[in-house]
């Protein structure tokens, strides 16, 4: 898909502000930070608040980029759907090019500050998150539904690159980060996946695990990774990280979302589709925080 520019429509300052935060997914970017910011906290010594503000910055603008990205290679199949046809990009409010230039502006300025002002580590997390997610992931969407294989590698960062700013190396900590936060996404994607797989199919997304679409081999699928969430709870108590409060508690958790998952497979609706994704929402950062907490 050749990235021409097309003619926008000249919209007001607020609108234009409005339409900024659409493009780079302003909430789903705040929650990537919040998951970065507490990998940070996760590292041994004390907290080094520059530190903390160059990765709040960074991965800001890294993650905004990638969203932005995201939105110019599928405008055409944003105005398809429902949940994307008023993106600005897709709604011709923004033309591909300033798109364009504020992803490679946001990219390159992000990745810059993970380099230099953190260090070498999160400069490379950082760039491979960014072109996994817009150069892999992105056009993988519409050709299999293991893109949410692929997709789940880059959301699994934040949580790593936190702890890798904090202390310029990889270990087993930022390791155990990544997993738990790469074996949540799939239960939370799928459960998205199943309460808009009738919208997404109009613009030829299939990714639900099953080719069946919402039907019991798909939500089995879904309740098997649930299951898979709660031994990787686990880990943090399993190698001394956490302690056995928080252990229960994130054990805890995990079992809400496989009920859920439970439900989903029994009735196979997108009610329970949609109670999952909300057990999934409640699940990260409830454990992220217990966490750190318990480091603390």
Do not use: C
């Not at 992105?138 to 699994?156: D, H, N, Y």
């Not at 990714?207 to 649930?226: D, M, N, Q, R």
């Not at 229960?248 to 589709?273: N, P, Q, W």
């Amino acid at each position: 898909m050749h990235l021409k520019n097309t003619v926008a429509v000249s919209v007001p300052l607020k609108s234009k502000v409005f339409d900024y935060g659409l493009l780079i997914k302003f909430k789903l970017l705040l929650l990537v930070v919040f998951s970065s910011i507490t990998g940070f906290l996760m590292a041994p010594g004390p907290i080094e608040w520059q530190k903390v503000i160059f990765l709040i910055l960074g991965g800001f603008l890294v993650t905004g980029s990638a969203n932005a990205i995201n939105q110019i290679l599928e405008r055409d199949y944003d105005k398809l759907m429902s949940r994307t046809q008023n993106r600005p990009v897709a709604d011709n409010r923004m033309s591909v090019l300033e798109a364009l230039v504020i992803a490679t502006i946001m990219g390159i300025s992000g990745i810059l500050i993970l380099f230099w002002k953190l260090n070498f580590l999160s400069g490379v997390l950082g760039s491979l998150a960014l072109f996994i997610y817009a150069f892999i992931y992105t056009p993988l969407k519409r050709i299999s539904p293991v893109a949410v294989f692929v997709g789940a590698f880059p959301g699994a960062v934040p949580p790593m690159l936190g702890y890798v700013a904090a202390t310029g190396k990889f270990g087993l900590v930022p390791g155990i980060l990544f997993f738990i936060q790469f074996m949540w996404q799939f239960p939370h994607f799928w459960a998205i996946a199943w309460k808009l797989a009738d919208d997404y199919a109009k613009a030829g997304f299939y990714l639900l695990p099953s080719k069946s679409g919402k039907t019991k081999v798909s939500a089995f699928y879904i309740l098997i990774y649930s299951i898979f969430m709660i031994p990787a709870g686990l880990l943090p108590w399993i190698f001394n990280i956490s302690g056995w409060i928080s252990a229960a508690i994130i054990s805890l958790l995990g079992i809400y979302v496989v009920i859920k998952s439970i439900e989903l497979y029994r009735e196979t609706e997108d009610k329970k589709a949609l109670g999952l994704m909300f057990a999934s929402f409640v699940y990260l950062p409830i454990t992220q925080i217990i966490l750190v907490i318990d480091k603390l």
